[in-house]
């Protein structure tokens, strides 16, 4: 078997050819480790009896931020037109952010790949059009709108006293090299 890329590993089954996808959130709260992850697309892949021919990760490594290199590998197998289609542990695995998902999806798709999910609660929002899928994303950018505007509600107002006509507001003007410490 070939190697295309140190963070793929290559397997056998029948069926529609797909790859998996596994990253690890940047904390330790960030969801399934990717072993995990890993575990839960090989039994989804066998259960739906689908040819899963590798499994690409991003994994934090000691000492290095969380990259994408798996997920550069991932797109090089489906430019090499190796795969039908693209599964996830979960819709999470791609990132955090619901607007970072939905490019991602969307970039898949584009490349002719149906994106697919070992978790059953994904399978309703991918099998969605995408004009209700950006419905759902607008009304998740308006909750955040809200929340911001409640955090900003919450904060209180400074005194009243900086407009008062009989206090003194003081200045200082700092040259540049005393502000820089030359």
């Excluded at 999470?92 to 697919?116: F, H, K, Y």
């Excluded at 929340?147 to 900003?152: A, K």
């Excluded at 107002?157 to 410490?181: F, K, N, R, Y």
Aim: proline content about 5%; charged content about 25%.
């Amino acid at each position: 078997m070939v190697i295309v890329d140190p963070r793929c590993l290559w397997h056998h089954a029948d069926t529609v050819r797909i790859i998996g996808y596994v990253r690890e959130g940047p904390g330790p709260q960030s969801g399934d480790p990717a072993f995990a992850q890993a575990e839960k697309i090989r039994r989804w892949a066998t259960d739906a009896g689908h040819r899963l021919v590798a499994v690409c990760q991003d994994i934090k490594s000691p000492g290095h931020a969380l990259g994408r290199e798996g997920y550069r590998a991932l797109i090089g197998i489906i430019s090499a037109g190796q795969v039908d289609g693209v599964v996830v542990s979960s819709i999470d695995a791609l990132s955090a952010d619901t607007i970072v998902q939905e490019v991602m999806i969307w970039d898949l798709r584009n490349r002719g790949m149906t994106v697919m999910s070992a978790r059953a609660e994904d399978h309703e929002l991918l099998g969605l059009p995408v004009s209700q899928r950006a419905r759902l994303l607008i009304q998740d950018v308006l909750a955040r709108v809200v929340d911001y505007q409640e955090m900003i509600a919450a904060i209180q107002p400074a005194p009243a006293s900086i407009d008062a006509p009989d206090e003194e507001i003081i200045i200082e003007l700092v040259e540049q090299d005393t502000a820089t410490g030359n």
